[in-house]
């Protein structure tokens, strides 16, 4: 079953990259952007992207986030092939008010 989601985040830092065994084979993976997401009951969860993604559909440049920027994330959640989580954002957008550090 998928379901949409709409959610206000805070971008926390990021996640380095790293490996894991699918089928016996190291599948490698890139450096990520952990979230603090605000769900919609009140809980509050993390969230991690590959920055790879997150360019794909983000409106702003993703390498600029600083530590306390706020976004809205905008896609689908449903449950893996291994009965684990998945999230997938079709949109990234910055909260108002937030500014990005501007390009050296």
Same mark, same amino acid.
């Given at each position: 079953?998928?379901?949409?989601?709409?959610?206000?985040?805070?971008?926390?830092?990021?996640?380095? *990259?790293? =490996?894991?065994?699918?089928?016996?084979? #190291?599948? =490698?993976?890139?450096?990520?952007?952990?979230?603090?997401?605000?769900?919609?009951? *009140?809980?509050?969860?993390?969230?991690?992207? #590959?920055?790879?993604?997150?360019?794909?559909?983000?409106?702003?440049?993703?390498?600029?986030?600083?530590?306390?920027?706020?976004?809205?994330?905008?896609?689908?959640?449903?449950?893996?092939?291994?009965?684990?989580?998945?999230?997938?954002?079709?949109?990234?957008?910055?909260? =108002? *008010?937030?500014?990005?550090?501007?390009?050296?």
């Amino acid at each position: 079953m998928k379901v949409p989601f709409n959610v206000s985040a805070e971008y926390r830092g990021t996640k380095p *990259g790293g =490996e894991f065994k699918r089928d016996g084979v #190291a599948v =490698e993976y890139g450096p990520q952007a952990r979230f603090e997401v605000d769900l919609p009951d *009140g809980d509050v969860d993390t969230w991690s992207f #590959a920055f790879a993604r997150l360019d794909n559909v983000a409106s702003f440049d993703t390498s600029k986030l600083k530590k306390g920027d706020r976004v809205h994330l905008v896609g689908i959640a449903g449950e893996s092939r291994d009965n684990g989580m998945y999230v997938m954002p079709h949109s990234v957008t910055l909260a =108002e *008010g937030v500014k990005l550090a501007a390009a050296n």
